[in-house]
């Protein structure tokens, strides 16, 4: 099926499978939905998505596409033949919006996103809000609007959500607050929000995490954080900085040569679990103004604040 100008074509699967046919389960991946193929034209990916149906995977071939949607359904975006584009050419305040649950995003480029009052705050090139499951995977999101008052605050913004996985993304060219944002997260139905296996770089900071945590549902693992030491909306440079933010799980983290601080921990997030994390040539790599973080295995070339308990 191919799509192009965004008029999709559909086949429809229909049946049941019952309890006892285990035979059947192979055929489960195909009836979650239909393939979509859609193709570079006007508002090719936003008429998609409004053809589609929960459970469709939409294959967005290579090419360049405008930005300004929102992922409305539980959808796949997938790029296929090389990595499409999604450009907001630096008039919407987000390229990618997503308001449903069980949304996966996956090798696309997006680019482009900047104030627009009249769209309200935060510009982001993926903003995600109020969903309880999804997954941002192997995405390349550049800043190229301009500085703090006119280019995006966020490469990937994540708010009030439970179990998403930002993983392998490659984020940079300036973002001016941070390259990930992660914000009040405190509900995640038993199970955690990951930002996992991804590079942040050359922005103001590479992960926040803000007004979340607890019980240890927020985990930050195994990123690339390094030379975060441009201007930004407000804060110090920092690799990873938590904000109001307790139990915060940071593991296999390397984070170097930021502007200001490796890891800030600031005097309202408590009881983080530091392991295995390779924080040197930054200022000042470790910030720790909380109470009770602790950790084993890490790798500090310098520390300030309070000391770091074994745990």
Do not use: W
């Not at 193709?39 to 071939?61: C, E, F, Q, S, W």
């Not at 996985?165 to 038993?190: H, K, L, P």
């Not at 390094?226 to 110090?236: A, L, P």
Request: with cysteine; proline share 3%; aromatic share 4%.
């Amino acid at each position: 099926m191919v799509i192009r100008d965004g008029e999709p074509r559909r086949g429809v699967l229909a049946g049941l499978l019952s309890a006892g046919a285990v035979a059947l389960m192979a055929l489960a991946p195909s009836a979650l939905g239909a393939t979509i193929d859609v193709t570079p034209g006007p508002n090719a990916i936003a008429k998609a998505i409004a053809k589609a149906h929960n459970g469709d995977v939409l294959r967005i071939h290579n090419g360049s596409y405008g930005g300004d949607f929102d992922v409305s359904k539980r959808l796949t975006l997938r790029g296929v033949g090389g990595r499409p584009t999604i450009d907001s050419r630096c008039n919407h305040r987000a390229g990618i919006t997503v308001s449903s649950s069980g949304f996966t995003l996956d090798h696309l480029k997006v680019a482009g996103a900047a104030e627009n009052g009249a769209e309200g705050p935060y510009p982001s090139e993926v903003d995600v809000r109020g969903v309880t499951t999804g997954k941002i995977h192997d995405l390349v999101l550049h800043d190229d609007c301009g500085g703090t008052d006119v280019g995006a605050e966020y490469g990937i913004n994540v708010f009030n959500s439970g179990r998403v996985e930002v993983s392998d993304n490659q984020v940079t060219g300036g973002f001016s607050d941070a390259g990930i944002y992660i914000g009040g997260i405190v509900e995640t139905g038993g199970g955690q929000l990951r930002v996992i296996n991804n590079a942040s770089y050359l922005n103001h900071q590479g992960v926040i995490v803000e007004d979340s945590g607890f019980n240890g549902i927020v985990v930050v693992s195994g990123n690339d954080i390094h030379h975060n030491t441009g201007n930004g909306v407000e804060g110090s440079r920092s690799g990873i900085f938590l904000h109001n933010s307790d139990k915060v799980r940071m593991r296999n983290n390397t984070i170097k040569n930021n502007g200001d601080f490796g890891i800030n921990i600031d005097p309202n997030s408590d009881n983080a679990r530091l392991f295995d994390n390779t924080v040197t040539s930054n200022p000042t790599d470790l910030e720790n103004d909380g109470a009770g973080n602790c950790g084993s295995g890490n790798v500090f070339g310098s520390t300030s604040g309070n000391p770091l308990g074994s745990c």
